[in-house]
């Protein structure tokens, strides 16, 4: 199973176009205002008023914080077939036997002093770059599956058309703030040379901020290459313009494909995502406070790493936790334990002045229904609440991360949006007091045609774009269309409607004279 803010320009850097995408007038131009829900709408990434759901108190941190310290020293993590991390780790004091490291107390600690807490991922355009850390919450698209449910209704293979609808998708979502990565595998083309596509699709169909390749050092090395070309090569230097995935193979190994990736781009100042993939139960013990220490142990050490190849490189404390059916086992969510998780790795990685990334709008159902909806809010809300800085499958997760769904994509982002005006600090100025309408109206009277009704109406509450509210007469009338339905025809519309936004001549025809020279060079492989 395949799961897994920025500066203007400066002078090393090329200037860049605006989103290009037109603006509508009319009716439907002001549903989609007071929805803040339509294309050309586009939010910025949250910066969160509300404060973190904390589950753990400050003696259980500690105790995970010293279990942990425990299984670096004396278990050890395991760092695979790649004799150039073992030797860092050997130069760095700790103890190398084998393949296994085992790390003295406090070294990972000290490591990671030079980690940045808060780092800016830049965007070709300067609107829509990124903050990672802090206050700060950005939600990605789904990442990983080599499936789609698309708008006929079909399970298939994904396709490199399906992985272009998505990145159009996430481009014209007011409530996506970043590209992602894999938004799905796209199955057609070879496997040593799909990564191309799949940036330069990002580069190309979007200008947010987006994911690199992770399934082979080459591959990583493509990404930076094609950064280069669009960013200019001093300024990926000095600045973070892509960030990736770096999964532990969990329980407590690191293996050479994810070690040679965070290798380069760590070497190159970008980001890298060290995140332990956890089946509680298979993965990491069935407690929360056993797959809570697993997990730090595992950031530490993959964290610390990056720091070895290059001190003050980004790194996010990452976690994926999800439970399995004793039954079956298989994956499940929207359940208890893995949001406890979550909640608890929040205030680990914090201590450590790391960002954070977890959660999504995870689900197990096949298909986008009252199953996908109830387990999608429940990781959704405790990844908000927990604080997460990085939220990756924020929208389109079906069947455990087998499927990208279009009409999951499209219901979840209009949840996106909900928890972004969550987030939002409340209005205390005079007009979130409200006085002159409490004292308009008074006693016995209604507030629906007051003037601070009238003034405020078109933004007061948010307006879903998938929910129906009206009349059961409205909505038989309106051919009794599901939520899915209404989901369907909304990303038809958006596709159809779809405009790239401008990219320099000159950069685009080096990007793809690039990506046609690495495809000569190497023959087709699909496996």
Known sequence: MTMM????????????????????????????????????????YIRRALKPYEVLDEEALALVEANADTVLEEIGIEFRDDPEALALWKEAGADVRGDRVHFPKGLCRQL?????????????????????????????????????RDLDGMRRYATIEDFRNFVKLAYMAPSIHHSGGTVCEPVDVPVNKRHLDMVFSHMRYSDKPFMGSVTAPDRAEDTVAMAKILFGEDFVDQNTVVINLINA???MVFDETMLGAAKVYARANQACIVTPFILAGAMSPVTVIGTLTQVLAEVMAGAAFTQLVRPGAPVLFGTFASSISMQSGAPTFGTPEPSLVSYGAAQLARRLGLPFRTG?????????????????ANTLNSTVLA????????????????????????????????????????????????????????????????AHTQANF???FYRSSIADNNSFEQ???????TAAQRANQLARSWLETYQAPPLDPGIEEGLLDFIAKRKEAMPDAFA
């Open 387 to 450: 604080g997460t800085n990085f939220v990756l499958h924020a929208a389109g997760w079906l069947e455990g991360g087998l499927v990208s769904s279009y009409e999951k994509f499209m219901m979840d982002i209009d949840q996106l949006g909900m928890q972004q005006r969550m987030c939002e600090p409340l209005d205390v100025s005079e007009n979130g007091q409200a006085m002159d309408a409490i004292r308009e109206v008074g006693p016995g009277s209604h507030y629906l045609g007051c």
């Open 458 to 460: 078109q933004t007061a």
């Open 249 to 251: 193979n969990s329980p």
């Open 5 to 44: 803010a920025g500066d203007d320009e400066t002078q090393d850097r090329p200037r860049r176009g605006r989103s290009g995408r037109s603006e509508r007038g009319g009716a439907a131009a002001r549903r989609a205002a007071r929805a803040g829900a339509g294309p050309g709408q586009q939010l910025t």
């Open 360 to 376: 999504g709008s995870l689900t197990g159902s096949k298909i986008p229904d009252a199953q996908a909806a109830y387990e999608s």
């Open 112 to 148: 990671l002093k030079t980690a940045p807490s808060v780092f800016t991922q830049h965007a070709r355009n300067p609107e829509r770059s990124v903050e990672i850390g802090g206050n700060a919450t950005v939600f990605a698209p789904v990442y990983g599956p080599p499936f789609v």
């Open 475 to 481: 909505w038989a009338a309106e051919g009794e269309k």
